[in-house]
């Protein structure tokens, strides 16, 4: 085994005691997944459903440390913050790891945990060591590729897509040599194997034999629950017999945890708990606000044509306005060139330098990239069409974002400078 006992006393699901003293959160913060499990369809704003991949909202990291500073206040009894989706957190490994950091920066004793499918997770162990990770779970439901190629999909490592049989001996390989990484570096790991009735529950024994030699501390054997859609929409979900049937049979081989609650992307509280409508309403809250403490950024940037609408495309603008707010207005203290053109990711970051004392930035459009970017820096990218003034009420009086109007058409270049730099 790779740890000592205690590892386990503070870790709800790790520890069957644990969950009555000590809460977990997930950080909604990992969209996108390197494989496709014939059982999964990820949906979001689902706030009845109770599965893994799903989630109300997304976070970005600097968001998700935010509202874990309002959670606590909430549930003070939250000692684990775990990232498990809604996709895989090492398809997102940026977004991983920086929220992970933020975490620990500003709560250093909380434990941190990442639930993966392994297939990309080995390449980050350094990083993740090296932030303090101390738990990791990772689904593993056939060491067998022929039973793995009926149960995934298709599994992209990084430009290639496999399928089939080719697809599964990838993904086994890299969970394999995972878990023996894992354990050489003292990490405590759980495998989840999701009971597939007729595809995979008599070979669950033989996985955890082999995960229990090959350094897990603990097994979590979960029935499969049907959704409408997938693959395996049809199957029928395995009944009480046939759990304790696999529980038992992979007892004999590694140590059972049999009180998991099947946790969402954005789960927080006790396991087993009633969520909590105060927190469930926090996360939508965060992933609508702009990141970062507001006194270190007092200001809002905007791109625009001539000073009096919000109209230009983020990546078409070569500098910014730069208002902060006086009294009941606002004032124009300035412009700031954009970084040079090219480059890619590294001119975002730039630009995340040049904006850092600013909350947010006004743009009539914006792609991905340069929003996740800016937005890890606390830098809160709002696309939107219109005066600068009813952008800048929105940012400056917490007011919802939703409610801005957003950019159809092309942006007017035209106008006067009433109002702004001129």
Known sequence: MASE???????PCFDPQARHLYGRIHLPVAPKCNIQCNYCNRKFDCATESRP???????????AADYLDAALKVMPQIA??????????????????????????????????VSSNGLAIEQHLDELVDV??????????AIDPEIGAKIYGWVRDGKEILRGRAAAERLLERQMSAL??????????KVNSIILPGINDRHIPDIARVTGEMGADLMNC???????????????????????????????HIKIMAHCSRCRADAAGLLGETPNAA???????????????????????????????????????DEFLIFAQQGDGYECVGRRPAPPKGGGERRWKALADCLSDCRAVLVSAVGQTPREVLGESGVHVFDMAGMIQDGL???????????LKRRSGKACPGGGANGGCG
């Open 132 to 141: 303090g990770i101390s738990h990791v779970t990772l689904t593993i439901n």
């Open 279 to 317: 927190v469930d309403a926090l996360v939508a809250e965060f992933a609508q606000k702009p990141a970062g403490a507001k006194a270190d950024r007092p200001y809002v940037a905007v791109a625009s044509h001539e000073g009096l609408l919000v109209n230009k495309h983020l990546g078409e603008a």
């Open 393 to 403: 009420d929105v940012i400056f009086r917490d007011a919802d974002p939703s409610g």
């Open 53 to 63: 991949g799903v989630t109300s909202a997304l976070l970005r990291p600097a968001q």
């Open 80 to 113: 684990v913050v775990g990232i498990a989706g809604p996709g895989d957190p090492f398809a997102n490994p940026r977004e991983t790891i920086e929220t992970l950091r933020l975490v620990k920066e500003r709560h250093p004793d909380m434990l941190l945990c």
């Open 180 to 189: 023996k990484a894992l354990a050489a570096r003292g990490v405590v790991t």
């Open 222 to 252: 979960l029935g499969l629950i049907p959704v409408e859609g997938t693959p395996f929409g049809e199957l029928t979900e395995p009944d009480g017999g046939m759990v304790a049937r696999v529980r038992l049979q992979a007892r004999e």
């Open 5 to 11: 006992p205690n590892s386990f006393s503070m870790h």
